[in-house]
């Protein structure tokens, strides 16, 4: 049984940084993709950042140099630093895994299966 479990989120002020948490259990962890995505409200889920299989990452192009994804497969976690937060990166942030992803989907929101309750990140 898959589950994923976010944390970390808050009310933060413009220029600060937060990092977001998401322990995994239930699948192998180091061999499956995950992804951060966001979603504000009226607005589309869009993802934020990718990670898996020995990759360094990849970033939507708002937060390219602000974010970092990063993994601790000795605890099972994926993590997404966030620096420099603007008045726009307010959202609910979720996390997603899934065992595979078609080569360049991997910042598709219907390519992954299993999906966290989300955290919200408040920039204000």
């Known amino acids: 049984h898959v589950q994923l479990v976010e944390s970390g989120g808050g009310l933060v002020q413009p220029g600060g940084s937060v990092r977001l948490s998401c322990e995994a259990t239930g699948y192998m962890f180091s061999s499956w993709c995950m992804a951060w995505f966001r979603q504000a409200p009226g607005k589309v889920r869009e993802a934020v950042a990718t990670i898996g299989r020995g990759d360094d990452g990849s970033y939507a192009d708002t937060v390219q140099g602000r974010f970092t994804i990063s993994l601790d497969s000795a605890k099972n976690t994926m993590y997404l630093q966030m620096n420099s937060l603007k008045p726009e990166d307010t959202a609910m942030y979720y996390c997603?895994?899934?065992?595979?992803?078609?080569?360049?989907?991997?910042?598709?929101?219907?390519?992954?299966?299993?999906w966290g309750q989300g955290t919200q990140v408040t920039v204000s």
């Open positions: 997603a895994a899934d065992s595979v992803i078609l080569p360049g989907r991997e910042l598709e929101a219907s390519e992954y299966s299993y």
